[in-house]
């Protein structure tokens, strides 16, 4: 069955006290439009589309940067969802199937449950849930599934407002009904706007079929205020827990586990307390990850070890059997099998050979103010501690750097490099210099009172 989306994501959010529009706020290192977009994703749609209105070039960028073969629309006045949908329906012009209207705003929509809404057979279908408490929400006037109107809270009376059945906004409806129902939208209601609710009613006036589809409150979660992202962001975290542990990875203490939206945790994999996932990370199967870590862009192999107190940034790429200690922190650099990194090191812009050890201290002086260079060291070298690589320099295959060394040109294989200065020993002055230092000190203390 043909899909197409559109993303309703236009509003401004005042209630957020931002500058940012509403659904670039982020939950799990993600906008809201990105959740939202993952979930229609999962239809494999033939089009989507994003409306956008308020910070539409920001807007357009979040979604293009996501899916870059998505349209964006502008709705230039925001005058009701069903507005909205008149601007998105040029772009869809040609498409024959069914059309899913979702909020850049509501992030925990279920692939499954947009599937269930594809199959009802109406002609229109509508996504709603039983509220604890209905509040504000749009009520659906529902009989055995069968769906005669929905009613904006504003308009309905106090019976209506009884019901607890309520609206997530979310609605199917097939591609060239849902245009010939949109054009003949009013905004004769109390906010003056056009409801694209209004549809059903239309619908049903037309003798055409509507139905109900259900799904848990927690699925249609809407995002308007900074409680609401917090408790989003706790919603989206005890869920993405509990898939890991039920996917065989152990959480050594899950509350304090924070995984983005794209993380991907492998089977055996252990994670200790404290571990903040950033976009864009893939542990693989039995990789250990130390307590207080903070992992970003990178990508972990079967047996590395990594931590504690480690940072991965954007494009660290550890083979198997990597050890990353603490204190080490690795960007766009190559570590391949079995190289060890203990602590206390920097290693940016490099690629490391197999077995290699870089002792304490290490730094790869990759940036001159103005462009960064590369770092290559070769398999079963030994980089000593406190070594100042200044890139770009290669050390070769077996070679070593002594201690304290500061490395500004190639190594070649099986070279022992050093590059410190000649010290010089002094017998006794230091005995002379402390008892120097302390007279100046009782001067100054003593002309302190």
Same mark, same amino acid.
């Given at each position: 069955?043909?899909?197409?989306?559109?993303?309703?994501?236009?509003?401004?959010?005042?209630?957020?006290?931002?500058?940012?529009?509403?659904?670039?706020?982020?939950?799990?290192?993600?906008?809201?439009?990105?959740?939202?977009?993952?979930?229609?994703?999962?239809?494999?749609?033939?089009?989507?589309?994003?409306?956008?209105?308020?910070?539409?070039?920001?807007?357009?960028?979040?979604?293009?940067? $996501?899916?870059? /073969?998505?349209?964006?629309?502008?709705?230039?006045?925001?005058?009701?969802?069903?507005?909205?949908?008149?601007?998105?329906?040029?772009?869809?012009?040609?498409?024959?199937?069914?059309?899913?209207?979702? $909020?850049?705003? /509501?992030?925990?929509?279920?692939?499954?449950?947009?599937?269930?809404?594809?199959?009802?057979?109406?002609?229109?279908?509508?996504?709603?849930?039983?509220?604890?408490?209905?509040?504000?929400?749009?009520?659906?006037?529902?009989?055995?599934?069968?769906?005669?109107?929905?009613?904006?809270?504003?308009?309905?009376?106090?019976?209506?407002?009884?019901?607890?059945?309520?609206?997530?906004?979310?609605?199917?409806?097939?591609?060239?009904?849902?245009?010939?129902?949109?054009?003949?939208?009013?905004?004769?209601?109390?906010?003056?706007? $056009?409801?694209?609710?209004?549809?059903?009613?239309?619908?049903?006036?037309?003798?055409?079929?509507?139905?109900?589809?259900?799904?848990?409150?927690?699925?249609?979660?809407?995002?308007?205020?900074?409680?609401?992202?917090?408790?989003?962001?706790?919603?989206?975290?005890?869920?993405?827990?509990?898939?890991?542990?039920?996917?065989?990875?152990?959480?050594?203490?899950?509350?304090?586990?924070?995984?983005?939206?794209?993380?991907?945790?492998?089977?055996?994999?252990?994670?200790?307390?404290?571990?903040?996932?950033?976009?864009?990370?893939?542990?693989?199967?039995?990789?250990?990850?130390?307590?207080?870590?903070?992992?970003?862009?990178?990508?972990?192999?079967?047996?590395?070890?990594?931590?504690?107190?480690?940072?991965?940034?954007?494009?660290?790429?550890?083979?198997?059997?990597?050890?990353?200690?603490?204190?080490?922190?690795?960007?766009?650099?190559?570590?391949?099998?079995?190289?060890?990194?203990?602590?206390?090191?920097?290693?940016?812009?490099?690629?490391?050979?197999?077995?290699?050890?870089?002792?304490?201290? /290490?730094?790869?002086?990759?940036?001159?103010?103005?462009?960064?260079?590369?770092?290559?060291?070769?398999?079963?070298?030994?980089?000593?501690?406190?070594?100042?690589?200044?890139?770009?320099?290669?050390?070769?295959?077996?070679?070593?750097?002594?201690?304290?060394?500061?490395?500004?040109?190639?190594?070649?294989?099986?070279?022992?490099?050093?590059?410190?200065?000649?010290?010089?020993?002094?017998?006794?002055?230091?005995?002379?210099?402390?008892?120097?230092?302390?007279?100046?000190?009782?001067?100054?203390?003593?002309?302190?009172?």
């Amino acid at each position: 069955m043909a899909t197409a989306l559109i993303l309703l994501a236009a509003g401004q959010g005042t209630r957020m006290n931002s500058d940012l529009p509403k659904v670039l706020h982020k939950v799990a290192g993600a906008p809201l439009l990105h959740h939202a977009m993952a979930a229609g994703a999962a239809l494999a749609p033939e089009r989507v589309v994003v409306v956008a209105g308020h910070g539409a070039e920001a807007v357009a960028k979040a979604a293009l940067s $996501y899916d870059d /073969t998505v349209a964006v629309v502008r709705q230039e006045e925001q005058l009701g969802t069903g507005h909205a949908v008149q601007q998105a329906l040029p772009a869809l012009e040609g498409f024959e199937g069914t059309v899913i209207v979702l $909020y850049g705003d /509501t992030p925990f929509i279920q692939a499954e449950t947009l599937d269930a809404m594809l199959v009802t057979g109406a002609d229109v279908t509508v996504l709603g849930f039983e509220a604890a408490e209905p509040g504000r929400y749009g009520r659906l006037i529902a009989h055995d599934g069968a769906l005669d109107r929905i009613l904006e809270f504003k308009d309905a009376t106090e019976e209506e407002r009884a019901i607890r059945l309520c609206n997530s906004g979310v609605i199917a409806v097939e591609a060239r009904l849902l245009a010939q129902l949109v054009a003949g939208l009013t905004n004769d209601n109390a906010a003056g706007e $056009y409801y694209l609710t209004d549809i059903v009613a239309a619908a049903r006036a037309m003798g055409r079929t509507a139905r109900v589809v259900t799904c848990d409150e927690a699925e249609t979660m809407g995002v308007n205020t900074r409680t609401e992202l917090a408790r989003a962001e706790a919603a989206f975290q005890a869920r993405a827990r509990a898939e890991a542990l039920d996917n065989g990875v152990t959480l050594s203490a899950p509350e304090t586990v924070f995984f983005a939206l794209d993380t991907w945790v492998g089977r055996d994999a252990i994670i200790g307390q404290n571990v903040v996932f950033g976009p864009g990370v893939t542990v693989e199967s039995g990789a250990e990850i130390l307590p207080f870590c903070h992992l970003e862009g990178c990508h972990i192999s079967r047996g590395a070890r990594v931590g504690p107190f480690a940072r991965l940034r954007p494009g660290a790429e550890l083979a198997e059997e990597v050890h990353v200690g603490n204190f080490v922190e690795v960007k766009n650099a190559i570590l391949d099998e079995g190289v060890k990194v203990g602590h206390l090191t920097y290693l940016g812009d490099a690629h490391v050979g197999e077995h290699t050890n870089i002792g304490a201290g /290490t730094v790869t002086c990759n940036y001159d103010g103005v462009m960064k260079h590369r770092t290559e060291i070769g398999a079963h070298a030994f980089i000593g501690s406190d070594t100042m690589l200044v890139a770009p320099v290669r050390v070769g295959a077996g070679a070593l750097t002594a201690s304290g060394s500061v490395i500004t040109q190639d190594v070649p294989d099986g070279a022992l490099a050093l590059g410190r200065a000649k010290q010089e020993t002094k017998p006794g002055l230091a005995i002379k210099l402390f008892e120097k230092l302390r007279q100046q000190k009782a001067r100054r203390a003593e002309g302190g009172k």
